[in-house]
């Protein structure tokens, strides 16, 4: 079936790097994308890859697709207290072009 | 607006009442999409809208919910007889037409059912 999996809680401390890891199940899915969404705020697309692709590097973030074993990690290096949010990894199923199967979401805290 | 507009932000309710959420897209956006975020849970999809297609309304959780898109444009998503369980915020997102997974949502109504 269609899942996307994701552990629900990191915590880093400030300066260092986050990983936030994401499994899911259509190995035919094109595209994959991370979404952040800050407290009290919808999500924001932060940033997406296509399955082509084995890793996308956009400043602080790094994407990298592991299409065999079907795991996404989104890499922020230096933690910063602003990157406090909650990261979601969605994919795009091939069995419905129309539907958008987010997981459940990681909850990144930063700390001092 | 600039980007997509939810109302309300938050309703509360009495169990066994009817509520609306209201959702204005960004313009041009020719597709649209509910979703439900439950404490604790990822997102849940609900419906989409495209054009003057059929919604594809499988994600609807009972018939107690239903939704419509007027004019290609606002959204309404309607909750009957609304139960403890649908306490929720109910997210609403738009997307422009080849641009497939770039979601723009908006804020979200938070929804108490008492």
């Known amino acids: 079936g269609e899942d996307v999996e994701q552990s629900l809680f990191l915590s880093v401390r400030e300066g260092d790097s986050s990983v936030i890891n994401c499994t899911y199940t259509d190995s035919s899915s094109t595209y994959l994308y991370w979404y952040k969404q800050e407290p009290g705020a919808g999500l924001q697309l932060l940033t997406y890859i296509f399955s082509n692709m084995d890793m996308k590097q956009d400043q602080r973030l790094t994407v990298l697709l592991n299409k065999k074993d079907k795991h996404l990690s989104l890499r922020i290096a230096d933690t910063q207290t602003g990157d406090s949010a909650i990261y979601f990894c969605?994919?795009?199923?091939?069995?419905?072009?129309?539907?958008?199967?987010f997981g459940s979401g990681t909850r990144l805290s930063i700390r001092p | 607006g600039a980007g997509v507009s939810q109302s309300p932000s938050n309703k509360v309710t009495e169990k066994g009442k009817d509520v609306e959420l209201r959702c204005d897209p960004i313009s041009g956006h020719t597709a649209l999409y509910w979703y439900r975020q439950s404490l604790g849970q990822g997102l849940e999809f609900l419906i989409y809208?495209?054009?003057?297609?059929?919604?594809?309304k499988s994600g609807l959780p009972s018939d107690r919910f239903s939704a419509e898109r007027t004019g290609g444009s606002v959204s309404t998503l309607t909750i009957q007889r609304t139960q403890q369980e649908d306490s929720a915020v109910y997210l609403c997102a738009s997307i422009l037409e080849g641009a497939p997974g770039e979601l723009f949502f908006g804020e979200g109504s938070r929804l108490t059912v008492l």
């Open positions: 809208f495209q054009g003057n297609s059929a919604p594809d």
């Open positions: 969605a994919e795009i199923p091939s069995s419905s072009a129309s539907k958008i199967i």
